[in-house]
């Protein structure tokens, strides 16, 4: 690591759980700010590790979903994912996700990089695998997921990179990560 990521110096003084829901926690915390001589209160919302799946297939089309996304009031294309259980392997969980919402098994798994999309106030951590060699399995749909698959050319998501027609920050650096480093 290079000198530009260092250690937090702040001294936690108060931390309170303000809500707790079924995929994350909110806590409110006040530290003391050494440096500066100060107090500083910030809100959490912890939320845990995510697989991102980047799933390839032999004729380079990417298994995609559709998916609503209330927060924004958009149905948006984006790559499977989901929350990796607390226990579960991290590439355990990527498997598990992408069978859950496509319907495919990936039998070829790699992490190609992980990253915290919202790292002003939350912990969340995009753990982002590229899948390959997949097999058609069935869905395992949760409650309350409503996913429409789609297969996307490769060649059609760099043109979608370009007209900003890939909205999500995960699925965004998912591919531009495979279009600069795997796929060479």
């Given at each position: 690591?290079?000198?530009?990521?260092?250690?937090?110096?702040?001294?936690?003084?108060?931390?309170?759980?303000?809500?707790?829901?079924?995929?994350?926690?909110?806590?409110?915390?006040?530290?003391?700010?050494?440096?500066?001589?100060?107090?500083?209160?910030?809100?959490?919302?912890?939320?845990?590790?995510?697989?991102?799946?980047?799933?390839i297939d032999e004729n380079d089309e990417v298994l995609m979903v559709q998916e609503p996304r209330t927060p924004i009031g958009k149905i948006i294309l984006s790559l499977p994912a989901g929350m990796i259980e607390p226990g579960e392997k991290s590439e355990?969980?990527?498997?598990?996700?992408?069978?859950?919402?496509?319907?495919?098994?990936?039998?070829?798994?790699?992490?190609?990089?992980?990253?915290?999309?919202?790292?002003?106030?939350?912990?969340?951590?995009?753990?982002?695998?590229?899948?390959?060699?997949?097999?058609?399995?069935?869905?395992?749909?949760?409650?309350?997921?409503?996913?429409?698959?789609?297969?996307?050319?490769?060649?059609?998501?760099?043109?979608?990179?370009?007209?900003?027609?890939?909205?999500?920050?995960?699925?965004?650096?998912?591919?531009?990560?495979?279009?600069?480093?795997?796929?060479?």
């Amino acid at each position: 690591m290079s000198n530009y990521f260092k250690e937090l110096d702040y001294k936690l003084l108060d931390k309170k759980k303000v809500y707790k829901g079924t995929r994350i926690v909110v806590e409110e915390l006040t530290y003391y700010n050494k440096r500066d001589n100060k107090k500083v209160h910030r809100e959490h919302v912890l939320a845990g590790d995510a697989a991102i799946i980047l799933a390839i297939d032999e004729n380079d089309e990417v298994l995609m979903v559709q998916e609503p996304r209330t927060p924004i009031g958009k149905i948006i294309l984006s790559l499977p994912a989901g929350m990796i259980e607390p226990g579960e392997k991290s590439e355990d969980g990527a498997i598990r996700e992408l069978e859950e919402e496509t319907g495919y098994r990936a039998q070829t798994i790699k992490l190609m990089r992980y990253e915290y999309p919202s790292i002003g106030y939350s912990n969340e951590r995009s753990l982002i695998f590229l899948a390959r060699d997949l097999i058609k399995t069935h869905r395992h749909l949760d409650d309350t997921e409503d996913i429409k698959v789609v297969k996307v050319k490769l060649s059609d998501l760099k043109r979608m990179l370009d007209t900003n027609e890939i909205l999500d920050a995960s699925t965004t650096i998912a591919l531009l990560h495979y279009f600069m480093y795997e796929n060479k």
